[in-house]
């Protein structure tokens, strides 16, 4: 919930131009407010939903926020449950905690990506730009920790340096093989972004944003390959689906432009929870 309100700010902030750190104050009266004035939700409820010095409103949507972040955040705990309650001192926990900790990263900027292109059909460059950037590096250093293990492992007996080079090409193997969620992580990256902004050179421009391309890059950072497949396909589903219903309803027009940020956000986030299940299921169709 802690995060939600971080988030939010994020986002507030990535809207109107403003620097990300100082003090969080009051959107009407500019007052700074104090610790005590920004306990997720509890402030919000105790204070009936209005500012502690000049009494306006606040948007609902700063509790929506915090709920839902700590619904994500609390669900991506649970389904990494398993893989922390390893030995503390293991190599895998370790790997798990990393692990953990990114995807609490990549919900993180999901969410303020969400926010911002809901709001104003804005995919900031200062969010974006710099989640690309920590992706790269983090699954850079998982596949640099994953390989120098293999090779610390094997060194430890005789065996094992029996399968190191020179004396085999086991460890080159191996090596390649833990480096391939990177290149997939990669591939996924540009293959996505690549696409989308085929898509604008086709619609020249209607159809997505430069923005939506930086997007789908860091999906394909952040997922990988199949799940970001998963993610691209569902977000299109999800927008279809909702782009109709608007236009049965008559709030859109067929060929009017919707954000694509938020359904993207959408697919990225069941494919992040639920992506081997759908995988699974799916490929056992026809068995």
Known sequence: MVLGSFTKALADRSLSNSIFWGRSYCLWCKHKLHWYDLFPILS??????????????????????????????????????????????????????????????????????????????????????????????????????????????????????????????????????????????????????????????????KGMGGGDVKLGAFMGLGLGFPASLLAVITAFLIGAIYSIILILLGKKRFGQNIAFGPFLVIGSLVALFWGKEILDWYLHLGT
Not at 105 to 116: D, G
């Open 44 to 205: 919000f409820l105790f204070l009936r939903g209005k500012c502690h010095y000049c009494h306006k409103a606040i948007g609902i949507e700063y509790l929506l926020v915090e709920v839902v972040m700590g619904v994500l955040i609390g669900f991506l705990f649970w389904q990494s449950l398993q893989s922390l309650q390893l030995s503390v001192f293991s190599f895998q926990s370790l790997i798990a905690l990393f692990d953990l900790f990114f995807k609490i990263f990549f919900i993180c900027v999901l969410v303020v990506l969400f926010l911002t292109d809901l709001k104003k059909m804005f995919i900031p460059d200062r969010i974006i730009l710099p989640a690309i950037k920590i992706s790269i590096i983090f699954i850079i250093f998982i596949t640099i920790i994953k390989v120098v293990f293999l090779y610390y492992t094997l060194n430890q007996t005789r065996l094992g340096q029996l399968l190191l080079p020179p004396h085999s090409d086991y460890f080159q193997r191996h090596a390649m093989i833990t480096a391939e969620p990177l290149v997939w992580a990669v591939v996924s990256g540009l293959l996505i972004a690549g696409f989308f902004y085929g898509l604008i050179l086709i619609t020249k421009g």
